[in-house]
């Protein structure tokens, strides 16, 4: 976890520059593609992915080094040539999992939170998952593990493969001409975000679209049909812990409601939305309208905006620190200090979903996390980081004295709604 940690640091600050340069972008083009609170909500969900994974959080049923070290059928170098096989291999499991992700009701839980997202930029790419919790992936790097592909390999050319799927998370890149018949393109991914009709579930490929043409699941962006972004059922919240676990919710509610026990059990692996008849009539989910315009777009003044930034300026030096500091930080302090973060990611985005407790779990937030950095355990930030503790003192005492003045100034969630 140490150089994948190390890795990040070079990696986030990269992201957040392109973000700000295509914002910058959109603002002196007039073509703006960035909404102020769902930027910094797909930002803040991938801040949540890295520290899941940083922090290890989940289970892996099965992994390459096992699967490699049953089935290679020859025994392989690394060269120029592995490497080609092991990313044509990558790139085809990749597209097999999300093949799944959209078609399987229990597995589209984990996807969800990368489409919710009603705008379409480069911050979506990083609205990534934290309800992928149990590892089953290596299973479709047989064909890998068949070939012989070193793990080694794997391992590197996983992170260049994700990576590499950021680019084109934007609407200011047209048509790339012959590449389209490549690589997925901008052009191309757009249709696998809309919910036009025509285009769900379309363009599943992350780096050739090879495989969407081969198995079906190929559609072109049509000029007649501007793709509308989001998710048929809409999450209306910035909270990426709500989002990552509304629709998984929404399966336990039917399994437990539901009086067919045949549907309590197989409605994990209908198709994504079956729901079973009972349930569906007493429990109806309002769909979202196929119309550009119908979005959660709560109004924030500048005293809002003004609290979100500077919530998001905290929660990125935080990473930072956390990631900078990884390999010394004590283990227990690790995980500890990792919970803090997402505490703060679910307060400051709950705060700004307008709900009613909102401005008393900050205030509980901001006094539980002062105490817990004046913790005998946790003193040693003092005597290493004493600039990080007393901004950390500063932030929290900050995040207090918002729930006590948002108490009188929060506006009713039902006008985020409207």
Not at 316 to 333: G, K, T
Not at 359 to 387: H, Y
Request: charged share 15%; net charge positive; with cysteine.
């Amino acid at each position: 976890m140490d150089a994948y940690a190390a890795v990040l640091l070079w990696a986030i600050p990269g992201f957040l520059l392109l973000v700000l340069a295509e914002i910058l972008y959109g603002h002196f083009t007039k073509k703006q593609s960035h909404v102020f609170m769902d930027t910094l909500a797909s930002l803040s969900s991938g801040i949540t992915n890295i520290l899941k994974d940083v922090l290890g959080l989940g289970l892996i049923l099965v992994s390459y080094p096992y699967i490699l070290n049953k089935i290679a059928f020859w025994e392989i170098e690394s060269n120029i040539s592995t490497y080609i096989i092991a990313f044509i291999c990558i790139d085809f499991a990749s597209y097999l999992i999300h093949l799944i992700n959209h078609k399987i009701n229990l597995f589209w839980n984990q996807h969800l939170i990368h489409h919710s997202s009603e705008e379409y930029n480069l911050a979506c790419a990083l609205r990534q998952s934290i309800s992928n919790l149990v590892g089953f992936g290596a299973i479709f790097l047989i064909p890998a593990a068949f070939f012989g592909v070193p793990t080694e390999v794997i391992v590197t050319l996983s992170p260049i493969h994700l990576f590499a799927q950021f680019w084109y998370h934007t609407k200011h890149i047209g048509k790339l001409g012959i590449l389209e018949y490549v690589i997925v393109t901008p052009s191309q991914h757009r249709v696998h975000h809309a919910i036009n009709p025509m285009y769900i579930d379309k363009n599943l490929a992350a780096i050739f679209c090879i495989w969407d043409r081969l198995f079906g699941t190929f559609q072109e962006e049509l000029e007649s049909e501007p793709p509308i972004y989001g998710t048929l059922k809409p999450a209306l919240s910035w909270n990426p812990f709500w989002i990552n676990f509304q629709h998984l919710l929404l399966l336990a509610k039917d399994a437990w409601y539901t009086k067919k026990w045949k549907d309590k059990f197989r409605l994990w692996f209908m198709p994504t939305g079956w729901r079973p008849k009972d349930v569906s009539e007493r429990f109806p989910v309002n769909s979202r309208r196929i119309s550009a315009k119908a979005k959660y777009s709560p109004n924030y003044n500048i005293n809002w905006k003004v609290i979100a930034s500077i919530h998001f300026g905290a929660l990125v030096l935080m990473l930072l620190y956390f990631l900078l500091y990884f390999s010394d930080l004590p283990s227990s302090f690790q995980f500890n200090f990792g919970v803090l973060i997402f505490f703060t990611i679910f307060g400051f985005t709950t705060l700004m979903d307008y709900h009613n407790w909102a401005p008393l779990f900050e205030i509980f937030r901001g006094l539980s996390c002062i105490v817990f950095l004046l913790l005998p355990q946790n003193q040693f930030i003092q005597t290493s980081s004493p600039w990080f503790f007393y901004f950390l003192l500063v932030y929290f005492t900050f995040t207090f004295f918002v729930g006590i003045w948002a108490k009188s100034k929060h506006p009713s969630r039902k006008l985020a709604l409207t």
